[in-house]
């Protein structure tokens, strides 16, 4: 799997969009990026996966640079239930899905 | 609701001993996965089973075995229980569809005193 690297920590105001950046400049061809969250010690929450074009979903958005080398995930209108640790995965897939997670970012959607 | 239970939910238990926990994958899924997250070193992949068989193996100690059954439940057998062990345990199910979602169930959170 690419390495991957996000900041520790990001704040958001409740009702604004949330844009989450991940660098993973040595992202391989087949790989895959892939989203989760962590709202505090549940378990972690698929949200969005990509490999080249943008994608959407019902929980957010993920716009993937040109060169693959960066991704933004988008809550659009962050709430308080959003607070959570993000993660940002590359990894090829196939069957076997051993994701390895990183540190991630902690997300903190203030009133 | 992921559609992945695991039990127990909490467990408390001493150095030295053994201690099984169990994971009822997704209806339909063939993939378990399992985890150990603690504080200071975050989600760690400790092993995968596809229908019956490891498929994959991380960090996992030689203390610590899983299997996984024909009814496709999963249990990881943790033993010689040392401080250290102390952790959530996520596991973790997945189809056959490529996808590379992961339905992850709500933890076991193992003490160890």
């Known amino acids: 799997d690419a390495k991957t690297t996000q900041p520790t920590s990001m704040d958001c105001a409740e009702g604004r969009a949330a844009n989450l950046p991940c660098n993973h400049s040595?992202?391989?061809?087949?790989?895959?990026v892939y989203w989760y969250r962590q709202i505090h010690s549940q378990g972690p929450q698929y949200i969005i996966h990509?490999?080249?074009n943008n994608e959407t979903n019902e929980m957010a958005s993920l716009i993937i640079t040109e060169d693959r080398k960066s991704s933004t995930l988008i809550l659009p209108h962050a709430t308080l239930r959003d607070t959570a640790v993000y993660y940002c995965?590359?990894?090829?897939?196939?069957?076997?899905?051993?994701?390895?997670f990183g540190k991630g970012t902690l997300l903190t959607v203030n009133p | 609701d992921s559609g992945v239970t695991q039990t127990p939910k909490h467990l408390i238990t001493a150095t030295g001993q053994r201690v099984t926990l169990r994971c009822s994958p997704r209806?339909?899924?063939?993939?378990v996965y399992w985890y150990q997250q603690s504080l200071d070193q975050g989600l760690q992949f400790l092993i995968q089973?596809?229908?019956?068989?490891?498929?994959a193996k991380g960090n996992i100690l030689e203390r610590f075995s899983a299997q996984q059954f024909p009814d496709l439940h999963s249990e990881l057998n943790l033993s010689s229980l040392e401080l250290g062990d102390s952790a959530l345990y996520f596991c973790?199910?997945?189809?056959?569809?490529?996808?590379?979602?992961?339905?992850f169930g709500e933890g076991s959170r193992l003490t160890v005193l």
């Open positions: 973790a199910s997945s189809d056959t569809s490529g996808r590379g979602e992961l339905f």
């Open positions: 040595t992202i391989s061809g087949n790989e895959y």
């Open positions: 990509g490999l080249k």
């Open positions: 995965i590359a990894t090829s897939g196939g069957s076997n899905y051993k994701l390895t």
């Open positions: 209806s339909g899924d063939l993939s």
């Open positions: 089973y596809y229908n019956g068989e490891e498929r």
